[in-house]
């Protein structure tokens, strides 16, 4: 049970471009997706979060009209990188937490890695 | 001061050892703590939770908490080599709506 998936696993994309990253939990409903970047032998940092049907919440220092969530149902969020540049490249992993369970107990999807040219 | 503190490590153990992971919290008020393993380049994956002072057993890995020292650990038993990961501590902060991440310690088990 608890399974997060995240298409597609790689991408590579041409600097100026977008890129669509999906994530669904597969097995339960999640009240809460978020959003995670992690740069090569860095920690994991929060990007935003997002709860179904309403706006994401994003952290500080991270650009809203670049970086688009949108979380259509209680299954599956999108994390659209507008006009992607070269420090955009890198481990994009998403999460979520079920229905009825803390924000803590987040399962993860397997990564999306991001590589843009 | 970081939210959520962890040696980076790496934590070089023999095989069969107890690997012992620490990590220390900022926020007085928080009430849930995990751990979650992270092997090199995939994403991580919870391996335990506990909410109360004390000890909790999960097969090989036991978690501690003790929330007036602001401390909480984790103990890795009969350490195997596949136990080599980042192990990353996790705090929900006050009021129950954040997740804190520390930076993660690197584990080696050595064969």
């Known amino acids: 049970g608890a399974v997060v998936s995240q298409h597609p696993s790689w991408v590579i994309c041409k600097s100026g471009t977008s890129v669509k990253i999906e994530c669904r939990s597969l097995d339960f409903q999640a009240t809460t997706m978020f959003w995670y970047r992690q740069f090569p032998k860095q920690s994991l940092m929060l990007m935003a979060t997002?709860?179904?049907?309403?706006?994401?919440?994003?952290e500080q220092g991270v650009e809203k009209d670049k970086f688009l969530i949108n979380h259509a149902s209680l299954t599956l969020s999108t994390l659209t990188v507008t006009s992607a540049h070269p420090e955009d490249s890198s481990f994009y992993i998403c999460?979520?937490?079920?229905?009825?369970?803390?924000?803590?107990?987040?399962?993860f999807g397997p990564g999306t890695r991001l590589t843009v040219t | 001061q970081k939210e959520v503190e962890q040696n980076s490590g790496p934590l070089s153990v023999p095989e069969g050892a107890i690997a012992s992971l620490n990590c220390t919290y900022s926020?007085?008020?928080?009430?849930?703590f995990f751990w979650y393993r992270q092997y090199s380049g995939k994403s991580p994956e919870l391996i335990m939770f506990i909410y109360s002072n004390g000890d909790k057993e999960d097969g090989r890995f036991t978690a501690q908490l003790n929330k007036a020292s602001q401390y909480v650990s984790l103990l890795i038993r009969d350490s195997q080599p596949s136990d080599s990961a980042t192990y990353l501590c996790a705090v929900i902060t006050t009021g129950g709506f954040k997740t804190i991440f520390g930076a993660g310690t690197r584990l080696f088990v050595k064969a």
């Open positions: 999460s979520a937490s079920e229905v009825g369970r803390g924000v803590g107990e987040q399962y």
């Open positions: 997002s709860n179904e049907g309403s706006k994401a919440t994003y």
């Open positions: 926020d007085r008020g928080s009430q849930s």
